[in-house]
């Protein structure tokens, strides 16, 4: 574990990453598993590390918005605008890769996620070293996303090189992801930049993210999953769930119920849609480490502002035929 508030350590991270090796960083969002971006061998690492199949595309973090043409070719005005007024921070740019970029990060695919992300440990390391790093979340495949360098260091162990901690995540769900290529803007990842304020800053309207067929591995229906079974219900059905059942069961509960028979293990999720996003995983991850037999969720409410964590618990609790 190297530790971000050592200078000496962030140089560590640095010299790892130009080495080719793997280092999970910090980001606003989540932590990311990254990999120098121009080194295909370390990107191709990604892959094998993760179990993720290599032809699912990985989003490169760039130091700076003026670092775009690197990476990108045609770029639309209004990726630009967004990167103004969103960068550094959560939003993800899909935009046609420039020719020399390896097709090892874009999955085969002619274009590439560009986003310069906000936490100031992994903006700071990527500057002072000119670095740009393919960076998927650091989770084994379609498991859950972590928010802290210890649920890192416990689900990827041997998997990387070293762990930067950076801190808890600021958001703790992936970054939004808009496409601008073909002269379409479509949303296809709800995430913390809602399609509310992209709109506002395009002057139009941003196609929702909810039906589409681009290959993005938080599509999948199984996604973001606890190990442990999880079921999306009410609040009555969670009552009658409680009392009927004899499973051990872990209950993130939206209101402050009262309970009948006392759940295995129990927490209250914030009210607030950006708060509840900021603990998701976390707590997701807790009832998965309780023992419980069955994970019970409160439903929070619909609604714009819960886009994104609805779209996750979705695909949390997603279960195959
Ligand atoms: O917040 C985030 O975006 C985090 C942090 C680490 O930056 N990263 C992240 O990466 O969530 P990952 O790989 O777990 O999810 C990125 C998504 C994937 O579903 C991938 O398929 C999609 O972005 N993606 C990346 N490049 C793409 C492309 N060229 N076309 C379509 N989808 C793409
Ligand atoms: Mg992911």
Known sequence: MLHSELPEDLETAAELLKQGKLVAVPTETVYGLAADACNKSAV???????????????????????ALHDWAQDIPAEAFALADAFWP?????????????????????????????????LLKLLASHQLAVAAPSANPYKQLSPTSAQQVMETMAGKLDAVLDGGDCEFGLEST?????????????????SSDQLEKVLGQKVQSPLQHQVKVSGNVAAHYQPKTSLRCVSAT??????????????????????FNAQPYWHTTMPTNAQDYGRVLYKQLYQ????????????LPPAGYEWAAVQNRLQRAAYQED
């Not at 046609?96 to 590439?112: C, E, F, N, P, Y």
């Not at 808009?178 to 930049?193: F, N, Y």
């Not at 009832?287 to 409160?298: K, R, Y």
């Open 237 to 258: 059905q969670l009552d009658e769930l409680l009392t009927g059942t004899k499973l051990k069961l872990a209950v993130l509960s939206f209101s402050n119920l009262s």
């Open 177 to 193: 992801i808009v496409s601008l290529v073909d002269g379409t803007i479509q949303v296809l990842r709800a995430g913390p930049i």
């Open 287 to 298: 009832a998965d480490q309780s023992g419980a037999e069955l994970i019970l969720l409160e």
């Open 89 to 121: 921070g959560p939003l993800t740019l899909l935009l046609k890769k420039a020719d020399h970029v390896d097709s090892v990060v874009t999955g085969g695919l002619d274009t590439i996620g560009l986003r310069v992300p906000a936490h100031p440990v």
């Open 44 to 66: 191709n690492n990604i892959f094998a590390a993760k179990g993720r199949p290599s032809d699912h595309p990985l989003i490169v973090h760039l130091h700076a918005s003026s």
